[in-house]
């Protein structure tokens, strides 16, 4: 729709110059667009059905939620950084890799008390980490 709106302004190019309010004549514009599209989408079934399946997952997320959870991200790897690099890779085998304790043991060739102890610290030291930086 945002596409048809400048298209349009594009295409009215030459008139431009006559328009008195350039915000009221683009508000027009995108209430002729979307008014049109949904006219289309109430005709369409399936259309329909993809607008209300975007409608409820908008409903069910913040708007500002990429954000924050890009921001999240951020801190989490930043906290990781943070631990000593045996711990990073006991902790990244544990969590992203999915490997269990036994598995990282015998690949790094420790006991898996010392694997649990390094997940537990890492653990407990990003948590508190990111309770520093963000309200969560």
């Not at 190019?13 to 049109?36: C, G, M, Q, T």
């Not at 989408?41 to 939620?65: F, H, K, T, V, Y």
């Not at 694997?115 to 969560?136: D, E, G, K, P, Q």
């Amino acid at each position: 729709m945002v596409i048809d709106v400048f298209l349009k302004i594009w295409q009215q190019r030459e008139s431009l110059h006559e328009i008195e309010s350039f915000d009221a004549y683009l508000f027009r514009i995108a209430f002729n667009k979307s008014v049109d599209f949904l006219r289309r989408a109430a005709r369409n079934p399936e259309i329909r059905d993809l607008i209300w399946q975007e409608i409820q997952l908008a409903g069910d997320m913040p708007s500002d939620a990429p954000v924050l959870i890009k921001e999240y991200e951020g801190k989490l790897n930043e906290a990781i950084g943070l631990l000593s690099p045996q711990q990073q890779l006991v902790f990244r085998l544990s969590r992203e890799k999915n490997f269990s304790h036994s598995d990282i043991a015998q690949k790094l060739q420790l006991s898996k008390n010392t694997v649990s102890n390094h997940i537990s610290t890492s653990l407990r030291f990003i948590r508190a980490y990111l309770a520093n930086f963000m309200s969560l």
